[in-house]
């Protein structure tokens, strides 16, 4: 599981609860600070879950956010969790 590592880097970038909420698949009330906390109770996530669902949208939200740096951009999180969740589908 690497959704710590992830959340870190990515609030470090600019992430705050209004995109971490967008990208989460069942629409989660609970912020960043929550899924965290959760994640440090959670041993690992089961691959087809909605979790490991969400780690995959980090990790494109990353790439992305890195490209956008690259080009001399800011990120715009809630555009990139909306990308996320058009690009990174639930498994069938």
């Known amino acids: 599981m690497d959704t710590p590592r992830l959340l870190d880097e990515l609030v470090a970038m600019g ?17 960043i600070k929550a899924h965290r906390d959760y994640c440090a109770t959670t041993a690992e996530f089961r691959r087809d879950g909605s979790n490991a669902l969400l780690e995959r949208r980090l990790l494109y939200v990353l790439h992305r956010a890195r490209a956008d740096q690259v080009a001399g951009r800011s990120p715009d999180f809630v555009a990139l969790a909306d990308a996320a969740k058009e690009a990174v589908l639930p498994a069938l």
Do not use: C, E, I, S
Not at 21 to 26: A, E, K
């Open 15 to 31: 992430l705050d609860d209004t995109a971490f909420r967008r990208l989460h698949p069942v629409g989660q009330d609970a912020g």
